[in-house]
């Protein structure tokens, strides 16, 4: 098997078990055995999500109400809202004006000055819908973003502007549309500048990416996401975001989640070295010293622009791992910008958990547990 230069480790390798599933779900009616509802043709997809996204945002007609904010909050869960964090965690890099996420149902005190935009892809999300109507009612700048259902009917009665998009898939493969729309109505707006070029480079980049990590093995070598999904298989995946990168390691829990039904713990440097590394260390020892198998397989995302002393840092989080007797991952993930790097990131997230949902033989898209979930808090409502 060919070397891979984005892995970092003194216990790398490829294990012929992994070889074997790759091999395996590499053709495509053992994909389609388990993934019945095409959700790897929305991962293929993305790039071309992203350009539709930023084109509808760059052409929607602004508002006359909507000016320069003093602050910007989005209200959301969930898929809708991973894409929310990833536009403030550019903002906190780029902008003067704080952009925060709220997964409530209340919001902050607001005024006049504020812009409020509530994410839901069905339209359906309480947790959207609540803080939109009460942005409304505190005379807040207000902008529903949804594929339409009830935040698109509130919208039209409270006489608040909507920006509708179609999407064929969840809203958690709708990252594109979380993204980029909102990074191209706050860059209008003024918050930052982002070029055209910069937003051509990122979704050329996700085409590539995409070309390359369809199938899980190409020519004589596994591909990077099927490789990490395989050594995910019998461990609990800690997932290391260093600096910006936090916000991946959150993405890359969430899908691990939904995608693979595997539970994943995200955490970020340089965070993590301050308080939560003793403990995770120490646990390692405890396994290395009892001879014991260690259930836990950590991944340190990493790429060129983040901070050079965080990248130092990950570098050294992974040695100490690896001397405990942990296995640890150092990967970076590429990219010449934050944006690059982030949507690169979460782009790798996605195949590997779609990898390891085929190595799991569990549907990618399904999420029975949530769906009862919502149908248990609908029926408290109506017994409410």
Request: one cysteine or more; a negative charge.
């Amino acid at each position: 098997m060919n070397h891979y230069p984005e892995i970092t480790s003194d216990t790398f390798d490829v294990s012929p078990s992994v070889v074997r599933l790759s091999e395996r779900f590499s053709k495509l009616p053992a994909i389609e055995q388990i993934d019945k509802d095409g959700f790897r043709g929305t991962l293929i997809g993305l790039s071309a999500q992203c350009m539709d996204a930023w084109t509808l945002g760059q052409s929607w007609l602004l508002p006359q109400a909507l000016k320069l904010p003093r602050r910007v909050i989005f209200a959301g869960v969930g898929g809708s809202a991973i894409g929310a964090d990833v536009v403030a965690t550019y903002a906190r890099l780029f902008s003067l004006i704080s952009v925060e996420v709220t997964r409530d149902y209340s919001l902050p005190p607001l005024d006049e000055d504020c812009l409020v935009l509530a994410c839901s892809f069905s339209g359906e999300t309480e947790e959207a819908i609540k803080p939109f109507q009460a942005a409304a009612a505190a005379g807040a700048m207000c902008v529903a973003v949804t594929t339409g259902g009830t935040l698109q009917k509130e919208a039209v009665r409270l006489g608040q502007p909507c920006l509708t998009y179609s999407w064929n898939g969840t809203s958690r493969s709708a990252i594109g549309y979380g993204v980029f729309l909102p990074l191209a109505i706050l860059s209008r707006l003024g918050l930052f500048e982002i070029s055209d070029d910069d937003i051509q480079s990122v979704i050329s980049d996700l085409l590539h990416l995409s070309n390359e990590w369809e199938s899980s093995v190409i020519g004589n070598a596994v591909t990077l996401p099927a490789l990490i999904a395989g050594e995910m298989l019998e461990r609990i995946p800690l997932i290391v975001g260093s600096g910006f990168l936090e916000v991946a390691a959150r993405r890359w829990a969430g899908e691990l989640a939904e995608n693979s039904k595997r539970l994943a713990v995200p955490v970020a440097v340089p965070e993590f070295n301050h308080n939560l590394l003793e403990g995770a260390v120490a646990d390692a020892l405890r396994y290395q010293m009892n001879e014991t198998s260690d259930p836990w397989f950590v991944i340190l995302l990493d790429a060129g622009p983040t901070h050079p002393r965080n990248r130092l840092r990950v570098n050294i989080t992974r040695k100490h791992f690896e001397s405990a007797g942990r296995k640890a991952w150092h990967i970076d993930v590429g990219g010449k910008t934050p944006l690059q790097s982030i949507m690169r990131a979460c782009a790798l997230g996605s195949w590997v958990s779609f990898y390891l949902a085929l190595f799991s033989e569990v549907d990618p898209t399904r999420v029975d547990i949530l769906a009862k979930f919502k149908q248990d808090i609908a029926l408290a409502n109506e017994e409410g």
